[in-house]
């Protein structure tokens, strides 16, 4: 299995509180990714980077930022959490996005905004 | 939207093949299909992906019609670890790469 480490696992926070999940990969490779994934629905894609400092928006975006300091850490971070944001969120890293090469997807960290 | 169309839900017996098929009608030249699956709980496990010839690996293999409109994953002998959701995906090799999730077909192996 491809050597990814979500953290936390799983946490319970409160409306409008900042919220940071950590991906930590040991593959080297150069993408990696952050989705959630509701009820019922296949993953969503929030944000990506193609490398150290270099990000992009997915397709919901909004109220995530993320950042990339070095190659093997990947922030995700609720500024101010809603409701809206309680969901499983999946990290993903491939090694090269110009290709064919699969994602490979952390276990998750189930994160609840009350 | 996600660009494939997958039956909900499936069944099928323990050490039986399981033919999970996937529509794809739109699917351009350079687009990819990719199967996934995702067991209760845990993150989505890459399976198999073709472009345009059937492929097979250790897990499975994915036959591809010839108007590329769409595939079959097929587990050769299934078992009861193979329940699970399993994702068909189209994946651009011009855009932004992006992997479109739809729902996916739940499969259930039956002892």
């Known amino acids: 299995d491809a050597g990814i480490t979500q953290s936390p696992r799983h946490k319970v926070t409160e409306t409008g509180t900042p919220v940071t999940l950590r991906c930590h990969q040991t593959e080297n490779h150069r993408y990696m990714y952050w989705y959630r994934q509701d009820p019922g629905h296949g993953l969503r894609l929030i944000h990506y980077?193609?490398?150290?400092?270099?990000?992009d928006k997915g397709e919901v975006s909004d109220g995530y930022s993320v950042s990339r300091s070095k190659t093997e850490d990947f922030l995700l971070t609720l500024e101010s959490a809603t409701s809206s944001q309680t969901s499983v969120y999946f990290c993903?890293?491939?090694?090269?996005?110009?290709?064919?090469?699969?994602?490979?997807f952390g276990d998750g960290t189930r994160l609840s905004i009350l | 939207d996600a660009k494939t169309t997958q039956p909900p839900s499936m069944d099928c017996a323990e050490g039986r093949a399981a033919n999970l098929p996937c529509n794809h009608s739109?699917?351009?030249?350079?687009?990819?299909v990719y199967w996934y699956r995702q067991i209760h709980s845990q993150g989505p496990q890459y399976i198999i992906h073709g472009l345009k010839n059937n492929e097979t690996n250790e897990m499975a293999s994915l036959i591809i019609t010839e108007d590329r409109k769409s595939s079959t994953l097929i587990l050769p002998h299934a078992t009861l670890r193979d329940t699970a959701v399993y994702y068909c995906?189209?994946?651009?090799?011009?855009?932004?790469?992006?992997?479109?999730w739809g729902a996916g077909t739940k499969l259930i192996i039956k002892p």
């Open positions: 993903a890293i491939s090694p090269r996005e110009q290709g064919v090469q699969p994602q490979h």
């Open positions: 739109t699917i351009s030249g350079n687009e990819y």
């Open positions: 995906i189209v994946r651009s090799m011009d855009s932004n790469y992006q992997l479109i």
């Open positions: 980077s193609y490398g150290v400092k270099d990000t």
